[in-house]
Structures are given as structure tokens and as C-alpha cells.
């Protein structure tokens, strides 16, 4: 594969999905490189998989994500349906009706410091220096200034190493979107509009019947073939969903059909559940139980491998407690946090097929992890991963192999119990960041001798995982959280993601930092579906009359819930099967 290019188109489906797919790519643009006459090596990823090369009418080049997302009506704040690139026709809003007419209005923010930043850019104007020192006037609590080294000549860097403080001016998904997106990319369910307070777009048969209509089926098929028809190469899809409300019903249907008409390529899905929920009654928990339950056999049946991820520990109607990050401190009620965390663990466990050389196949990953049926895999991530300003990349790993130290982002798994097979990626670790300072004085760990990240890696997959199928992937390039990255990251970070020894200047912002991911089959998904199972069988589907309204028949509910209990079985091993006629016999 090397040299040549495999590309992968993305669907986004609902709010949260959005929120954690801007983040990912805002990284990824964080680490493109416009200065072409930078001496820097070439990157390890090669970003035109996920991207395409365009022209505006005006002849201007441009470069956007393969890229198709939903959303409900009053999602978008200040962006704009077919976006700012391409001159594209105003949308005719003329009322045709000849009698009285009311009109309802809907309030839109402004558009904070970040956006207003942007849009200089966008129009010629390029900060300088000067520009950076103006900080804490006006937007004082929108922004503070990282100091700007002296020698910057790009101005662009200057943008890049601003501090805004987003937490309380982002809404939407929108308002720290980045990149520019093709028209052809948001795709707006107007039939449904975005209220947090009053979701009603709650069951998983409201998504089926919207792509039983004329308009959104037509729709998705003239943005899918425009995309897909652009590819050379194309290996498979990308595809991010809310999967506790109607986009689960929706994102089920379109990959049902995509499965068929893309029958040798591969489907990634992930589940993107937010870790606090705005409306909490029973109603509304037990609607969001079952749409997960429908969303969780559907989704998996229908895509090569099915990922459900979350910073909560629950699956059902209780979220559950939260991940904890060794140095990392966020919100878990505030999206932009907890989907920028969830981001950054999908940019670096899709590596592999991202990558310039040495690269596999979507399908090659995929078929790995889902060998007996196993159609479900867990993500887990370190971020950052430790290393400390005096360490290496060997001295880490030999604590790692005292305890393993990845932190679960699967809701229900908390305990991975055996692992079956797994891709291990280790990003952005130094070159003079691998070896151990003082051999002699490590003769007894097995990585004294390793020279390398990839004999490092391998080693320590070897001794761990003794016996399995175990896939290891190293990137130089790190893991890019620039501007708008929230601030998660805790003081003894430092600006390019190590482990210091004095706290971080507040002034100062982690630009990059290692990371380490996990996308695994292991049995402690047995335990997360078993519990699934265990909420959703007690459900009395005849009482959530909205369920029956939207087209869910008895039996077929039925169905998926058998086929809930067959999935946690594919991942019993002899001891969680003894765990579970327990758990029965108590029943």
C-alpha cells in the first residue's frame, strides 16, 4: 500500500456524534503543515484519506473532510448548511402563501472569539504578533494569550497559540468547528429541531420512518455517491452516531442498505454517548434504554465492527460513574470536554489505516476483531501517555507491564478481563525519548535493549499478551490539541505533552502530547451486554406507545433482545459464563 492512497468517507449521525466528529477534525487540521518550505520530515499520515482536494467557482483550492452529517433543526448557531467555501445559491426563503402570515423566529448567538478570530483569517486578515498582545481587552473571558516566541514568522502560528477559554461560549457543535466543510457535507432534519429540554426526537423508529421519506432518501443518496464517486480507492466508511434516540433508528437503516451496496468495503462504527444526559425522568431514561438495545444489534449486525464509546461507565439508564485520567481534570456535563476526549482516542486507534506506509486495510482491522461473530470492540486510551522530561518511552512501559494502566472509554467495561485480540497504537513519542538513560542500571527490564518505539511496543505486547493476536502500530507524529482543544490537560503537562516537574505557566497551552489506544475484543464485553440485557428484557414495550406508533412491532423487539443475549454470549469465556448461571440462578 505504500504511496498510494485508500480513501474512507465519514457519516456523522446526531448532536453528541457531531460534537466529538469536530473535534476530530479540528485535530487532524491542527497537524497540517502550510508552510511548504518547512524543513520538517514528511508527515507518517496521510491525510488525503480522509480528505479532498477541490476548487471553488473562483478557482481557489480547497481541502475538506469526506464528510456527511445530520443534524436536527437548530443545531447549526452562526454555520451556515452549505458552508462559506463554494458560492452556492441563497436558499429561496419567500413565503408562497397569500393569506395572513405569522412568523416565528428562532434566537441565534453570536459568534464568540474563536469563530471571530476565524473569519479574520478567512478574509486575508492574519493576526501578528501585535495582534496576540491585544489579548484580555475586550473578550477577556473569552481568551488568554500564550506567549508567542519571538522568532515565528507564520502568522498563522500566532492564531494557533491563542488560549480561548470556550467552556461557557459553546453551545453547538458549530461554534468550535475549525475546518471548512463541503456543501455537500450537513445535511439539516428539519422535521425535528434541537431543544435539549424538549428532545422529542426520542425513538428509534422516528430515524427509520425519516429515511422512508422521499426527501432524505434522496438526499443521502446524492450526498453518498458524490463523495464515494470522488474516491479512486475507496476502503470503507467511517460512521459516528448517537445511538440512544432517533439517529440510532436512522444510522441503522442507512447502514443496512450500505451494507449491501458496499458489500467489500469496510464499516467502523462507533456510539457516542454523552456522560450526562440534560433530561433525566423515568420515561425519558427508559426511552433511552431501549433505543440503545435496538441501536447496539442493529448497528453491529450491519457494520463490520461496532464500538460504543463514553467517558461514563453505564450503558442502560444509569450513566454511571465517570473515567478518571491521571492528568487530565474535565466537566463531564459539558459535550465540548468529554467529546474532546472521545476524539482524540478515535484519531490515533484509526491510525493504521491512515498511515503512509506499513498501513493495513479498514477490512484487514475490522476482520481482525470481529473473528466467531464477535461484531463488538472496546476502546481504551492513555492521554497523555506519561513520559517524564527525564524518562523514556522504556521506563513507562516497564511500569505499564507492573500495571497496566489504559483507561476504558467503553461504557459497561470497566474490567477487560481476556483479551481476545487487539491494535495497539502508540503515538508521538521523541526518538530521543525511547531508550533507557542508564541500561546498566535496568538489567532487569525486558526493554534494557529495546533502540526503537517499535521493538519497545512489540516487546511489551509479547510479554503481556502472551499467546494473542496482537496488532502494534507506531506514529511518530504526536497527537495535536491546539486551538480550540479545551484545556484539560493538569499543570505538570507540559506545552509539547510531557511529564514535568514544575507546574505549566497558565499562560501556556499543551500544543501536542503522546497518546496510547487500545481497540480490542475482549470478554469483559460480555459483562457490559449481559447488564444491557438484564434492564432492557424487564422492558413492557406495550406501555412506550410512542415505540408501537413509530412502526416497532412486539415480536421484533422481542428479537432484538434475544439477539442481545446471543452477542454477550459470543464473548463468554469459562470464567464470566460461571459468573453468569450465577448471576441467573439468583434471578
Known amino acids: 500500500m505504500a504511496g498510494s492512497t485508500r480513501e474512507v468517507v465519514t457519516l456523522q449521525f446526531g448532536h453528541y456524534a457531531n460534537f466529538v466528529g469536530t473535534h476530530w477534525w479540528n485535530i487532524q487540521e491542527s497537524s497540517f503543515c502550510y508552510d511548504a518550505s518547512s524543513s520538517s520530515s514528511p508527515s507518517d499520515i496521510n491525510h488525503d484519506v480522509l480528505f479532498r482536494e477541490g476548487l471553488t467557482l473562483t478557482g481557489e483550492q480547497t481541502y475538506t473532510p469526506r464528510l456527511i452529517l445530520y443534524d436536527l433543526k437548530g443545531s447549526l448557531n452562526t454555520l451556515k448548511e452549505d458552508g462559506t467555501l463554494y458560492d452556492v445559491?441563497?436558499?429561496?426563503?419567500?413565503?408562497?402563501?397569500?393569506?395572513?402570515?405569522?412568523?416565528?423566529?428562532?434566537?441565534?448567538?453570536?459568534?464568540?472569539?474563536?469563530?471571530?478570530?476565524?473569519?479574520?483569517?478567512d478574509k486575508g486578515e492574519l493576526p501578528t504578533e501585535e495582534d496576540a498582545s491585544s489579548a484580555g481587552t475586550e473578550d477577556s473571558h473569552d481568551e488568554v494569550q500564550e506567549a508567542t516566541p519571538q522568532s515565528s514568522i507564520n502568522p498563522l502560528e500566532v492564531f494557533r497559540s491563542k488560549l480561548y477559554n470556550l467552556d461557557q461560549s459553546v453551545s453547538v457543535w458549530s461554534d468550535f468547528l475549525r475546518i471548512h466543510l463541503h456543501p455537500n457535507t450537513v445535511s439539516i432534519l428539519s422535521e425535528y429541531a434541537h431543544d435539549p429540554e424538549q428532545d422529542m426526537f426520542d425513538v428509534f423508529g422516528y430515524g427509520q420512518q425519516l429515511l422512508g421519506t422521499q426527501r432524505v432518501s434522496a438526499d443521502l443518496e446524492d450526498r453518498l455517491h458524490f463523495f464515494v464517486e470522488d474516491c479512486d480507492s475507496l476502503q470503507g466508511f467511517q460512521v459516528l452516531v448517537d445511538p440512544y434516540n432517533g439517529f440510532g433508528g436512522l444510522a441503522s437503516e442507512v447502514l443496512e442498505q450500505m451494507s449491501e451496496d458496499y458489500d467489500n468495503k469496510g464499516i467502523l462504527t462507533f456510539g457516542c454517548y454523552p456522560s450526562v444526559y440534560v433530561r433525566r425522568s423515568p420515561i425519558v431514561d427508559y426511552h433511552r434504554l431501549i433505543c440503545t438495545a435496538l441501536s447496539v444489534t442493529k448497528l453491529s449486525a450491519n457494520s463490520s465492527l461496532y464500538t460504543p464509546i463514553s467517558v461514563a461507565s453505564g450503558l442502560g439508564r444509569e450513566p454511571g460513574p465517570m473515567a478518571s485520567f491521571?492528568?487530565?481534570?474535565?466537566?463531564?456535563?459539558?459535550?465540548?470536554?468529554?467529546?474532546?476526549?472521545?476524539?482524540?482516542?478515535?484519531?490515533?486507534?484509526?491510525?493504521?489505516y491512515r498511515t503512509r506506509s506499513d498501513g493495513v486495510l479498514m477490512t484487514e482491522l475490522t476482520n481482525t476483531l470481529n473473528y466467531s461473530g464477535r461484531k463488538m470492540a472496546a476502546l481504551s486510551a492513555?492521554?497523555?501517555?506519561?513520559?517524564?522530561?527525564?524518562?523514556?518511552?522504556?521506563?513507562?512501559?516497564?511500569?505499564?507491564?507492573?500495571?497496566?494502566?489504559?483507561?476504558?472509554?467503553?461504557?459497561?467495561v470497566r474490567e477487560p478481563g481476556r483479551t481476545f485480540m487487539q491494535s495497539v497504537v502508540l503515538r508521538g513519542v521523541p526518538p530521543n525519548r525511547v531508550r533507557i538513560p542508564d541500561p546498566a542500571a535496568h538489567a532487569d527490564s525486558i526493554f534494557r535493549d529495546c533502540r526503537s518505539a517499535n521493538e519497545c511496543l512489540k516487546r511489551y505486547l509479547q510479554y503481556m499478551y502472551p499467546g494473542m493476536l496482537n496488532a502494534g502500530t507506531v506514529v511518530n507524529e504526536p497527537l495535536a490539541v491546539t486551538t480550540p482543544f479545551p484545556h484539560l490537560f493538569n499543570a505538570e503537562i507540559t506545552h509539547d505533552g510531557m511529564v514535568g516537574f514544575k507546574p505549566r505557566s497558565a499562560v501556556q497551552g499543551v500544543e501536542k502530547v503522546t497518546a496510547m489506544t487500545s481497540l480490542s475484543s475482549l470478554s469483559g464485553l460480555q459483562g457490559s451486554l449481559a447488564a444491557l440485557h438484564g434492564e432492557v428484557e424487564k422492558v413492557d414495550i406495550r406501555r412506550f406507545h410512542r415505540f408501537l406508533d413509530a412502526g416497532l412491532e412486539e415480536d421484533d423487539f422481542k428479537e432484538a433482545v434475544e439477539s442481545l443475549r446471543q452477542l454477550a454470549r459470543a464473548y463468554q469465556t469459562s470464567d464470566n459464563e460461571m459468573a453468569e448461571d450465577s448471576d441467573d440462578d439468583s434471578d
Open 89 to 121: 445559491l441563497e436558499k429561496d426563503d419567500e413565503v408562497h402563501w397569500m393569506g395572513d402570515v405569522t412568523l416565528h423566529t428562532s434566537d441565534t448567538s453570536g459568534k464568540n472569539q474563536f469563530l471571530r478570530d476565524l473569519e479574520r483569517i
Open 326 to 352: 491521571p492528568y487530565l481534570t474535565y466537566n463531564p456535563s459539558l459535550h465540548y470536554h468529554t467529546g474532546g476526549i472521545l476524539a482524540t482516542a478515535l484519531d490515533t486507534c484509526t491510525l493504521p
Open 382 to 412: 492513555r492521554l497523555p501517555f506519561p513520559i517524564t522530561l527525564d524518562g523514556a518511552l522504556a521506563a513507562s512501559l516497564s511500569q505499564f507491564v507492573a500495571a497496566p494502566d489504559l483507561v476504558s472509554l467503553c461504557p459497561g
